[in-house]
Structures are given as C-alpha cells and as structure tokens.
C-alpha cells in the first residue's frame, strides 16, 4: 500500500511528548478537508498529529462506485489502519459497510454537516424549472431512483470523479445540472454554486451522509479514549438509527434506501422537556417507478432498535422485491420518462 506523507507536527510545535498520530486520508481535496479537520481538533486538545495520504482503489478507477464495489474508499485505509501504518482512518461514514468489523472502532462521530443533497444546475436554475430532456449527473441509485420518482423527465446520467470534476461538467455545458452531497462543498466552502438545497421530502439523504467516522483499532484503549472527545452524541445516535435500517434491509451503501435521523427536542404533557429521534427512510425502485416511505420516532438510546423497526416495516411495505429488483453491478441506466410521484405508503 502506497501512503505518502501530507503534513507533520513536529513534538516541538504541540507537547514533546510523543510522535504525532497518524491520520489516514484519501488524497481528494474533500478527503484531505475532513480528515484536517480531526488533525486539528487534535492539535487543539493538546495531541501532535499529522495526514497520511493512503491510495484506495476508487482514487484509480473511473467506474461508477456501484460497479467497483462496497467499501472501496474504505478498505485501504482499514488495511493500513491493521498493518499499523497509521493509528487513525477517517472515513465519510456513508462509504462504511454496515456490518462491523471487530479490529476497530468507530471512536468518534464529529457533529454532521447538512446531510441533504444539493443540485448544482447552469443558469442559477432550481430542480423544479430544468426543463424536461435537461441532463443530469448522478450515479448513485439512490439518487437516480428518487428523480426519477418526481416524473419530471429527466435525462439522468452517469457520473463519477471529485467534486471538481462533477462541478465542471456543468460549467463547461456538458450537463444541465449535477446533484452532490451539499456537505462535500460546505466542507471545501464552494456552497456558493449551490442552485437549490433538496428537501428531504423530494430526496432523502443516503443513510450517515454528511457524517464522518474516525476509526482507530479495537485494541488502542488510550487512543480511542482521547477521540471519545470529538464525538457528538445527537450525530452519532442519528447514524446508528440510520445505518441500522440499511442493515436490516440487508442493502448496501449503494442501493436505493434513503434514510434521515434527527434528535430533536419535545414537550411532554406536563411541560418537561426531553429529546427525540425522529427517523424517516425510504426505499425505491430504480427505474422510479416506486418509492415507499416511513418514519418513527423514539428515543435516542434506541437508536439501532428504531432504525430496525422501521426498516422492518418498509419490508412489510414491499422493499425487498424492490431492492432485490435493483442490481447493483449492472451500469447505472439513463432515465427519460414521466414516472408517477413516489408511493407515500
């Protein structure tokens, strides 16, 4: 495994007590802005620490994620995290396959960025005024399921590389619009091309969008005491709900299935107030010719056992026959049709 040096903090410049902890990054821009910004947080709490850049298969290849397969940002990083070249993994933790792996912990779930989608569209346009036949970019099925959905008429395309390069497909007339995740461009401060932020009620969000998973090994006791430090228990408690439901659901981080945790606040009917977790999740076919919905709400200490009841209850809805319908390692298909609104069972 290639892993390149990208930035050192020397013992004299933070505390002179040990070497820096070594924090494994993709080289992206927006890799590289996430996993800074747990260098610093470190750095602030008195720990030296420094980026390692770790090559993963999808920095290699132009294919669609669908086609290179699950975890294929993150397995690199997991490899160098056992082989002990770096102590810490960044992960954006949608990437994360959802079945745990004993030799690490996801010690520290940072406070999420805006998890919606954002449309970036020529012409300061909004999703509502692309003319039908527009071209837009997105490979993720969940994404093309869900325009598709709204029967707008949409030429939906493929589309892979860094944000940069999504970005420039519109500006060069290539594409009429692309959607992307808006926390990429919050975290690299290019929110200023967002033409309209999608409500959850046109796309919900993959399940932990936006979130970020800093991974140590099982075994580091002191080290994933020190990143309890970064975590935000409202973040952390929204990703468990939400990955629980894509594991009952048996998908991966690449089908259909969008899903959105809240923890918010509420009265009870002798004026006290008290947290909840307000879950919404859907599953769609492919072509857009369904989406089913759900939501629940309970408390955040029940996160994982929400985030399975609902998904139980969408499979009582349907889901499975839609998700087994959705191939995965089949090229995402261009859609150009006017299919009905998503099912609101």
């Not at 030296?48 to 294929?72: C, F, H, R, Y």
């Not at 499975?320 to 319908?325: A, I």
């Amino acid at each position: 495994m290639t892993t390149t040096q990208e930035h050192t903090v020397s013992d004299s410049e933070t505390t002179g007590t040990r070497a820096p902890w070594r924090i494994g990054t993709r080289g992206s821009l927006l890799a590289l802005t996430q996993s800074g910004h747990v260098r610093d947080a470190l750095i602030a709490a008195g720990q030296p620490a420094e980026l390692v850049v770790v090559k993963t298969p999808g920095d290699l290849s132009a294919e669609p994620v669908a086609q290179i397969g699950v975890g294929v940002f993150t397995s690199a990083l997991r490899d160098e995290l056992a082989a002990g070249g770096i102590d810490i993994a960044v992960h954006s933790y949608k990437d994360l396959p959802t079945a745990p792996d004993a030799r690490f912990t996801i010690a520290a779930v940072p406070p999420r960025e805006d998890p919606r989608d954002a449309l970036v569209a020529r012409d300061g346009l909004v999703l509502g005024e692309l003319p039908a036949g527009a071209k837009v970019g997105t490979s993720a099925p969940r994404r093309v399921a869900q325009l598709a959905a709204l029967g707008l008429g949409l030429d939906i395309v493929p589309l892979r590389g860094n944000l940069d390069t999504r970005l420039g497909k519109v500006s060069d007339g290539e594409l009429d619009a692309v959607v992307v995740a808006r926390a990429g461009l919050a975290r690299i401060d290019r929110l200023d091309v967002v033409t309209e932020a999608l409500e959850p009620v046109q796309m919900l969000p993959a399940p932990a969008q936006g979130a970020l998973a800093v991974e140590c090994r099982s075994d580091d006791h002191a080290l994933v005491a020190i990143l309890a430090g970064l975590d935000d228990a409202a973040t952390r408690a929204a990703v468990v709900a939400e990955r629980a439901l894509l594991a009952e659901l048996e998908a991966g981080c690449t089908a259909p299935v969008g899903a959105l945790a809240e923890v918010v606040e509420s009265i009870d009917e002798d004026g006290r107030i008290f947290d909840e977790l307000s879950l919404r999740g859907c599953a769609a076919a492919v072509d857009g010719s369904d989406v089913l919905r759900a939501s629940i709400v309970g408390a955040p200490k029940d996160a994982d056992a929400l985030g399975r009841a609902l998904a139980r209850e969408l499979l009582d809805l349907g889901a499975r026959e839609l998700l087994s319908d959705a191939d995965p390692a089949a090229p995402t298909p261009d859609f150009n049709h006017s299919s009905p609104m998503e099912n609101s069972r």
